[in-house]
Protein backbone atom coordinates (compact mmCIF):
# COMPACT_ATOMS: atom_id res chain seq x y z
CA UNK A 1 0.00 0.00 0.00
CA UNK A 2 1.52 3.50 -0.98
CA UNK A 3 2.07 6.44 1.74
CA UNK A 4 -0.86 8.12 -0.41
CA UNK A 5 -3.46 5.93 0.13
CA UNK A 6 -2.96 4.77 3.83
CA UNK A 7 -4.84 8.36 5.43
CA UNK A 8 -7.34 7.48 2.78
CA UNK A 9 -7.77 3.82 4.17
CA UNK A 10 -7.38 4.56 7.68
CA UNK A 11 -10.64 7.09 7.30
CA UNK A 12 -12.57 4.36 5.65
CA UNK A 13 -12.00 2.14 8.58
CA UNK A 14 -12.70 4.67 11.60
CA UNK A 15 -16.17 5.67 9.24
CA UNK A 16 -16.83 1.86 9.42
CA UNK A 17 -16.01 1.67 13.05
CA UNK A 18 -18.77 4.70 13.75
CA UNK A 19 -21.08 3.60 11.76
CA UNK A 20 -21.09 -0.06 13.89
CA UNK A 21 -20.80 1.28 16.81
CA UNK A 22 -23.99 4.04 15.80
CA UNK A 23 -25.71 0.76 15.29
CA UNK A 24 -24.70 -0.80 18.26
CA UNK A 25 -26.13 2.19 19.90
CA UNK A 26 -28.82 2.73 17.95
CA UNK A 27 -30.11 -0.62 18.91
CA UNK A 28 -29.29 -0.37 22.80
CA UNK A 29 -31.70 2.69 22.77
CA UNK A 30 -34.80 1.10 21.06
CA UNK A 31 -34.42 -2.31 22.94
CA UNK A 32 -34.39 -0.08 26.06
CA UNK A 33 -36.86 2.13 24.96
CA UNK A 34 -39.74 -0.61 23.44
CA UNK A 35 -38.07 -4.09 23.70
CA UNK A 36 -36.61 -6.30 21.29
CA UNK A 37 -39.33 -7.73 19.54
CA UNK A 38 -40.89 -4.30 18.66
CA UNK A 39 -37.90 -3.12 17.42
CA UNK A 40 -37.40 -3.35 13.80
CA UNK A 41 -34.13 -3.02 11.36
CA UNK A 42 -35.47 -0.15 9.77
CA UNK A 43 -36.08 1.75 13.07
CA UNK A 44 -32.21 0.95 14.15
CA UNK A 45 -31.42 2.25 10.96
CA UNK A 46 -32.77 5.55 11.25
CA UNK A 47 -31.82 6.29 14.27
CA UNK A 48 -28.21 5.64 13.53
CA UNK A 49 -28.98 7.48 10.46
CA UNK A 50 -28.03 4.99 7.69
CA UNK A 51 -29.98 2.70 4.88
CA UNK A 52 -31.20 -0.46 5.29
CA UNK A 53 -28.49 -1.93 3.14
CA UNK A 54 -25.80 -0.48 5.25
CA UNK A 55 -27.34 -2.15 8.18
CA UNK A 56 -26.49 -5.34 6.17
CA UNK A 57 -23.51 -4.95 5.31
CA UNK A 58 -22.54 -4.88 9.01
CA UNK A 59 -24.85 -7.21 11.00
CA UNK A 60 -27.09 -9.90 9.39
CA UNK A 61 -29.86 -9.78 11.53
CA UNK A 62 -30.65 -7.63 14.54
CA UNK A 63 -30.24 -10.57 17.02
CA UNK A 64 -26.63 -9.82 16.06
CA UNK A 65 -27.16 -6.78 18.41
CA UNK A 66 -28.90 -8.35 21.51
CA UNK A 67 -24.97 -9.29 22.90
CA UNK A 68 -23.01 -7.58 20.65
CA UNK A 69 -19.45 -7.84 22.86
CA UNK A 70 -19.98 -12.25 22.54
CA UNK A 71 -18.04 -12.13 19.72
CA UNK A 72 -14.74 -10.08 20.78
CA UNK A 73 -15.13 -11.61 24.29
CA UNK A 74 -14.78 -15.29 22.69
CA UNK A 75 -12.07 -14.36 20.19
CA UNK A 76 -10.11 -12.63 23.16
CA UNK A 77 -10.53 -15.48 25.72
CA UNK A 78 -9.42 -17.86 22.66
CA UNK A 79 -5.99 -15.44 22.39
CA UNK A 80 -5.38 -15.94 25.70
CA UNK A 81 -6.37 -19.70 25.82
CA UNK A 82 -3.33 -20.22 22.73
CA UNK A 83 -0.83 -18.33 24.92
CA UNK A 84 -1.47 -20.47 28.45
CA UNK A 85 1.56 -23.16 28.92
CA UNK A 86 0.80 -26.34 27.51
CA UNK A 87 1.57 -28.47 30.80
CA UNK A 88 -0.37 -26.36 32.93
CA UNK A 89 -4.07 -27.73 33.93
CA UNK A 90 -6.45 -27.13 31.07
CA UNK A 91 -9.12 -25.35 33.76
CA UNK A 92 -6.84 -23.13 34.93
CA UNK A 93 -6.10 -22.20 31.74
CA UNK A 94 -9.41 -21.67 30.20
CA UNK A 95 -10.22 -19.45 33.56
CA UNK A 96 -7.05 -17.41 33.08
CA UNK A 97 -8.16 -16.92 29.50
CA UNK A 98 -11.64 -15.90 30.41
CA UNK A 99 -10.53 -13.52 33.26
CA UNK A 100 -8.01 -12.00 31.04
CA UNK A 101 -10.80 -11.85 28.00
CA UNK A 102 -13.57 -9.95 30.46
CA UNK A 103 -10.87 -7.58 32.11
CA UNK A 104 -9.91 -6.06 28.75
CA UNK A 105 -13.62 -5.31 27.85
CA UNK A 106 -14.47 -2.02 27.39
CA UNK A 107 -15.51 0.22 30.98
CA UNK A 108 -19.03 -1.79 32.22
CA UNK A 109 -17.38 -5.29 30.95
CA UNK A 110 -18.83 -7.51 28.42
CA UNK A 111 -22.17 -7.13 27.19
CA UNK A 112 -23.33 -10.44 28.44
CA UNK A 113 -22.32 -9.59 32.11
CA UNK A 114 -23.25 -5.73 32.07
CA UNK A 115 -26.70 -5.34 29.71
CA UNK A 116 -29.87 -4.64 30.25
CA UNK A 117 -30.61 -7.97 27.88
CA UNK A 118 -33.11 -10.12 29.80
CA UNK A 119 -31.26 -13.74 29.45
CA UNK A 120 -34.95 -14.87 30.24
CA UNK A 121 -36.41 -13.80 26.70
CA UNK A 122 -36.55 -16.12 24.74
CA UNK A 123 -35.34 -14.42 22.12
CA UNK A 124 -32.01 -13.15 23.90
CA UNK A 125 -31.76 -16.78 25.71
CA UNK A 126 -31.40 -18.66 22.57
CA UNK A 127 -29.10 -16.26 21.21
CA UNK A 128 -26.87 -16.64 24.07
CA UNK A 129 -27.35 -20.51 23.89
CA UNK A 130 -26.38 -20.48 20.14
CA UNK A 131 -23.13 -18.65 20.94
CA UNK A 132 -22.22 -20.93 23.88
CA UNK A 133 -22.08 -24.07 21.73
CA UNK A 134 -20.68 -22.22 18.82
CA UNK A 135 -17.85 -21.65 21.01
CA UNK A 136 -18.05 -24.70 23.07
CA UNK A 137 -17.08 -26.82 19.27
CA UNK A 138 -14.28 -24.05 18.45
CA UNK A 139 -12.65 -24.32 21.99
CA UNK A 140 -12.88 -28.40 21.62
CA UNK A 141 -11.02 -28.05 18.59
CA UNK A 142 -8.64 -25.64 20.71
CA UNK A 143 -8.45 -27.90 23.41
CA UNK A 144 -8.11 -31.25 21.28
CA UNK A 145 -4.58 -29.42 19.23
CA UNK A 146 -3.62 -28.64 22.74
CA UNK A 147 -3.59 -31.99 23.85
CA UNK A 148 -2.28 -32.95 20.97
CA UNK A 149 0.89 -30.90 21.22
CA UNK A 150 1.51 -31.86 25.23
CA UNK A 151 1.12 -35.57 24.51
CA UNK A 152 1.98 -36.18 20.97
CA UNK A 153 1.38 -40.06 21.39
CA UNK A 154 -1.93 -40.45 23.55
CA UNK A 155 -4.74 -41.68 21.61
CA UNK A 156 -6.52 -39.53 19.61
CA UNK A 157 -10.13 -40.72 20.62
CA UNK A 158 -8.91 -40.22 24.45
CA UNK A 159 -7.97 -36.87 23.30
CA UNK A 160 -10.97 -35.54 21.77
CA UNK A 161 -13.11 -37.31 24.54
CA UNK A 162 -10.93 -35.14 27.30
CA UNK A 163 -11.10 -31.97 24.95
CA UNK A 164 -15.11 -32.17 24.70
CA UNK A 165 -15.21 -32.81 28.29
CA UNK A 166 -12.94 -29.72 28.98
CA UNK A 167 -14.76 -27.32 26.97
CA UNK A 168 -18.46 -28.25 28.19
CA UNK A 169 -16.96 -27.91 31.57
CA UNK A 170 -15.42 -24.56 31.15
CA UNK A 171 -18.55 -23.05 28.97
CA UNK A 172 -20.67 -24.38 31.91
CA UNK A 173 -18.36 -22.81 34.35
CA UNK A 174 -18.55 -19.32 32.05
CA UNK A 175 -22.17 -19.46 31.87
CA UNK A 176 -22.58 -20.00 35.86
CA UNK A 177 -20.35 -17.02 36.74
CA UNK A 178 -22.61 -14.62 33.81
CA UNK A 179 -25.99 -16.02 35.95
CA UNK A 180 -24.23 -15.49 39.42
CA UNK A 181 -23.42 -11.59 37.67
CA UNK A 182 -26.29 -10.84 36.52
CA UNK A 183 -28.22 -12.22 39.12
CA UNK A 184 -27.48 -9.85 41.83
CA UNK A 185 -26.08 -7.82 39.97
CA UNK A 186 -21.92 -7.72 41.39
CA UNK A 187 -19.90 -4.73 40.65
CA UNK A 188 -17.74 -4.67 38.01
CA UNK A 189 -14.75 -4.42 40.38
CA UNK A 190 -15.59 -8.06 41.45
CA UNK A 191 -16.94 -10.03 37.92
CA UNK A 192 -13.55 -11.67 37.76
CA UNK A 193 -13.29 -13.07 41.24
CA UNK A 194 -16.73 -14.55 40.32
CA UNK A 195 -15.47 -15.91 37.37
CA UNK A 196 -12.94 -17.38 38.91
CA UNK A 197 -14.67 -18.90 41.66
CA UNK A 198 -16.80 -20.79 39.10
CA UNK A 199 -13.89 -22.69 37.66
CA UNK A 200 -12.70 -23.31 41.01
CA UNK A 201 -16.15 -25.05 42.03
CA UNK A 202 -15.42 -26.70 38.75
CA UNK A 203 -11.41 -27.40 39.07
CA UNK A 204 -12.90 -28.76 42.54
CA UNK A 205 -15.02 -31.64 40.82
CA UNK A 206 -18.23 -29.54 41.70
CA UNK A 207 -17.35 -30.27 45.23
CA UNK A 208 -18.60 -28.10 48.26
CA UNK A 209 -14.81 -27.21 49.24
CA UNK A 210 -15.04 -24.44 46.50
CA UNK A 211 -16.84 -21.22 46.85
CA UNK A 212 -18.25 -19.93 44.22
CA UNK A 213 -18.00 -16.27 45.28
CA UNK A 214 -14.70 -15.02 47.87
Known amino acids: MSEQNAPVTGRRARKKARTREALRAAARQLFAEQGFAATTVEQIADVAD ?14 ELLLPDLAPLFDAAERELR ?63 RLRDRDPGDDPDAAAMR ?13 AAVRVIRARPVPAAERLAVVRGAFAVA ?12
Do not use: M, N
Open 50 to 63: VSERTFFRYFRSKE
Open 83 to 145: ARPLDEHPLDSFAAAVAAAVGVQPPGGAAVLASDADLADPVVAARLSDALVQWEERLTELFAA
Open 163 to 175: AAVIAGVGVGATR
Open 203 to 214: RAGCGCDAALVP
